[in-house]
């Protein structure tokens, strides 16, 4: 069974602290993504990786980097948190093949105060 | 510019009866369709694609259409089962990324 974990259910951080979001997949997926969801508007992606070291901006990549020094595991960083990056946030992976269905961890729910 | 669109944010269904959701899309380039599905607290849940070369995708009680020429798609549930309450995403993929609709929440009714 393909797994994706991530790091918390649940987080509560304060504005302008660092944040670190922590995924990891145990299927040897090259590709790792980062998305939010917010109410009305659906997943956005933030970053992508296709392998380790690479990545490449998403539609809304303001605010955050991400991190790939392994295969398995992808980081998304808030390097300064505010209040309007309280949100869901999804991490996926899949193969580097076009088409195939990315699977999802089971979601951080992020409150910035 | 949202290039996926659900324009139904809910749609409520009788069980037993077909359920219907729609997704509009402006960008011709995209080259593959997904539906995932989502429970709350949970991370979405793939369902069924379909390839841009094809009009049509079964799998058990869930069928995609695609509408190339009216950039358009639609998933058919038959029969709805109270199990398939939940909020259901098109997503649109070109390079390997996935482009996703705002979300409609089906609601079973037993």
């Known amino acids: 069974d393909v797994k994706v974990t991530q790091s918390s259910r649940y987080l509560v951080k304060r504005t302008g602290e660092k944040v670190f979001l922590e995924c990891v997949q145990d299927m040897d997926h090259e590709n790792m993504f980062w998305y939010r969801q917010d109410p009305g508007l659906g997943l956005r992606l933030i970053y992508f990786s296709y392998d380790v070291k690479m990545k490449e901006k998403g539609d809304i990549p303001e605010g955050y980097s991400v991190s790939r020094e392994k295969k398995e595991r992808f980081s998304l960083i808030l390097e300064s948190a505010s209040t309007n990056q309280t949100s869901m946030y999804l991490c996926?992976?899949?193969?580097?093949?076009?088409?195939?269905?990315?699977?999802f961890g089971p979601g951080t729910r992020l409150t910035v105060l | 510019d949202q290039q996926v669109k659900q324009n139904s944010p809910s749609l409520s269904v009788q069980e037993g009866r077909i359920s219907i959701l729609n997704c509009d899309y402006t960008?011709?380039?995209?080259?593959?369709f997904l539906w995932y599905k989502k429970y709350p607290a949970e991370g979405p849940t793939f369902l069924i694609s379909?390839?841009?070369?094809?009009d049509k995708n079964e799998d058990g009680r869930f069928t995609v259409f695609l509408n190339k020429s009216a950039k358009h798609l639609s998933l058919h549930i038959v029969p709805s089962q109270p199990g398939d309450s939940a909020v259901y995403f098109c997503a649109a993929g070109l390079n390997e990324k996935l482009t996703f609709g705002t979300g409609t929440r089906l609601t079973i009714i037993p």
């Open positions: 960008n011709s380039m995209f080259d593959y």
């Open positions: 996926a992976s899949n193969k580097r093949i076009e088409g195939d269905e990315q699977f």
């Open positions: 379909i390839s841009s070369i094809k």
